[in-house]
T-cell receptor, first 113, second 109 residues
């Protein structure tokens, strides 16, 4: 069974630039998550989708972050404009449903200079 | 109070040692509990689910105390390959899982 696919693997940008990350979840998984993991911290939820609807985006900095999951499959996460403190690993995960064990992609390591 | 709290360590133990990690959670409505393992520069991977009656998987034993809102992970006969960060994870139906900061384990020969 194919796992969660993410791209790109690494991204380096300057502050105030924009960046986008892509995720393809495990086939059949209705729930998709974006987590942000800063070095030395645990993953922190940014947004949770159930099919193509948003379940929880309470911790998403909406002035600069946006995410969508068109057709309830693939998802993109965008940051515009990026700040230095956005440097982190952005992890996409999927699960059959909310509250169930997650399967993570390999993540995108973002460096904002 | 943080939702999921763990002792960050690091725990430095010799091969063959037994080591225990503890975790507390603040939401009494939590229903699902897990331990994830994260290797350096890798994504978190599920180590084991934690059940109310306690459960064991080889050298790993997980315990849950709902009354005290406490979860533990015991690793017996530590191997070099057990060196990693162990994340305590808590959730409830329909919502995203919440991760602790992780406890770092270093096993040396």
């Amino acid at each position: 069974e194919a796992g969660v696919a993410q791209s790109p693997r690494y991204k380096i940008i300057e502050k105030r630039q924009s960046v986008a990350f892509w995720c393809n979840p495990i086939s059949g998984h209705a729930t998709l998550y974006w987590y942000q993991q800063i070095l030395g911290q645990g993953p922190k939820l940014l947004i949770q989708f159930q099919n193509n609807g948003v379940v929880d985006d309470s911790q998403l900095p909406k002035d600069r972050f946006s995410a969508e999951r068109l057709k309830g499959v693939d998802s993109t996460l965008k940051i515009q404009p990026a700040k230095l403190e956005d440097s982190a690993v952005y992890l996409c995960a999927s699960s059959p449903g909310g509250g169930e064990k997650l399967f993570f992609g390999s993540g995108t390591q973002l460096s904002v200079l | 109070r943080k939702e999921v709290e763990q002792d960050p360590g690091p725990f430095n133990v010799p091969e063959g040692a037994t080591v225990a990690f503890n975790c507390t959670y603040s939401n009494s409505a939590s229903q699902s509990f897990f331990w994830y393992r994260q290797d350096c520069r890798k994504e978190p991977k599920l180590l084991m689910s934690v059940y109310s009656s306690g459960n064991e998987d080889g050298r790993f034993t997980a315990q849950l105390n709902r009354a005290s809102q406490y979860i533990s992970l015991l690793i017996r006969d530590s191997k070099l390959s057990d060196s990693a960060t162990y994340l305590c994870v808590v959730g409830k139906a329909g919502t995203a899982l919440i991760f602790g900061k992780g406890t770092t384990l270093s096993v040396s020969s």
